[in-house]
């Protein structure tokens, strides 16, 4: 099976383990992900699988959006409610407070990743060193807070929720972090669901029991999307059988025979008959297409 299907991670599980679960249900080796969400995250998790899995790297990194809840009062070393408190505070701050903090971290921010992530650190994972009590330096990140809305608050159980449209990278348990030290209060992410990713809505996405339904009931191909639909930001061309042929080989195709202006970039190249062959690329003074990547089912 080839493509991507669009997952709505459940809660409790690691991203490995979700797409192992895919793997198992579609009866599919191949499989990869488009971005991990941590375990207890819910939301859009693109599967990419089989052949499809060789234009991970060149899927468009898409902006995200997710809808979070947070609590006031304390932190935890995870800055979510799954990790160990560190601190506590009284809480001074009401919903207006909240609202004036939120707006100061639209924009262009730095971020310091948390401890508790898949950032890579001299080859190591921060996470396997915060889990041997190990706290590294570790350098801020510029992202961007496109837009956060302050949704509601709960007076029943303390719970904020904000939905926030970001940058590729932006960690929302950080993002709520610092808006407990702007509040003087801490705050600690209680939920996180990821609304959209990759160009991707969490309507479209399926949980693991629909997948099972879908294949329990022959309808699984319906909801397998062709990996050239994530690929349509990059310019198309449409070449000859002959040019299909040669581009399949890995050979190069002459621009002025493809009838495409001469324009440095990456492209997608299909076949007379609109079949996928897989992505090419125009580079700065030169008079060809190159192969970057060519597609195959298996």
Sequence with gaps: ?????????????????????????????????????????????????????????????????????????????????????????????????????????????????????????????????ARKGIEVEREKRRVTIYSARFDSYNEQNGEYEITVECSSGTYIRALVNDIGDALGCGAVLTQLQRTSANGFNIEDCLSLNE???????????????????????????????????RFRNGGELDIERLKIENVPGIYTAFSPENEFLGLGQIIQDSDSLKVKKVFVKK
């Excluded at 339904?213 to 449409?238: C, D, F, H, Q, T």
Aim: some cysteine.
């Design 211 to 245: 997948l099972e339904e879908k294949v329990k009931n022959g309808e699984i191909e319906s909801v397998v999307i062709p990996i050239e639909k994530a690929l349509e930001s990059y310019s198309r061309v449409v070449v000859t059988q002959a040019q299909a042929n």
């Design 1 to 129: 099976m080839t493509g991507i299907i669009l997952l709505d991670k459940p809660k409790d599980i690691t991203s490995f383990l979700a797409i192992a679960k895919v793997r198992r249900i579609v009866n599919e080796k191949k499989a990869g992900h488009t971005g991990t969400l941590d375990p207890m995250a819910t939301g859009v998790m693109p599967v990419v699988l089989g052949g499809a899995t060789r234009f991970i790297d060149y899927l468009p990194s898409h902006d995200k959006t997710y809808r979070a809840k947070f609590v006031l009062g304390f932190k935890t070393d995870t800055l979510d409610i799954t990790g160990k408190v560190v601190d506590r505070f009284d809480i001074k701050a009401d919903c207006n407070a909240v609202k004036t903090a939120l707006e100061g971290f639209v924009g262009e921010i730095e971020q310091l990743p948390p401890m508790y992530s898949a950032v890579l650190k001299d080859g190591v994972r921060l996470y396997e060193l």
